[in-house]
């Protein structure tokens, strides 16, 4: 008898098989088992939701604040900003786009690339040839 290959199972394929095996009227501890036996894998058991009544095997949205506002038209519109006053700040900016100061300055610096000479926004590129120079 030839050894079954291992196989990775994300977690909503293991639901679906948790769900299935649930469905067939078997108890939390034989899935686990068989599913353990089979997988070679443990994974968070979730027929405790199946038996109220709750089916769905992706996970459902959480509340509160989005996990990151990291979004090209954000990008795009702090660029347009800045090549068009060189001066504004990222506290304006952060007012404007609803945003965090610090989130500005991580937009500023990672994303645009970009820093602050004198009281002007320029490229990275360029704060270096700078201080070659200098």
Sequence with gaps: MVAAPTINFSQSEARVVMKFHF?????????HSEMKDVLKDDY??????????????????????P???????KADAMHVMIHEDRRISAK???????????????FI???LDM??????WVSKWVTKCYQEVA
Excluded: C
């Excluded at 469905?23 to 899935?31: F, H």
């Design 44 to 65: 968070p058991m979730w027929v405790s939701r199946f038996r109220t009544g709750h089916f769905e095997v992706t996970d459902e949205p959480r509340p509160g604040r």
């Design 92 to 106: 304006v900016i952060a007012e404007i786009l609803r945003i965090s100061r610090e989130k500005v300055g991580h």
């Design 109 to 111: 610096d990672n994303i």
């Design 115 to 120: 820093r602050k000479l004198s009281t002007k």
């Design 67 to 73: 996990t990151s506002t990291t979004t090209d038209e």
């Design 23 to 31: 469905l067939q009227g078997k108890r939390a501890a034989e899935i």
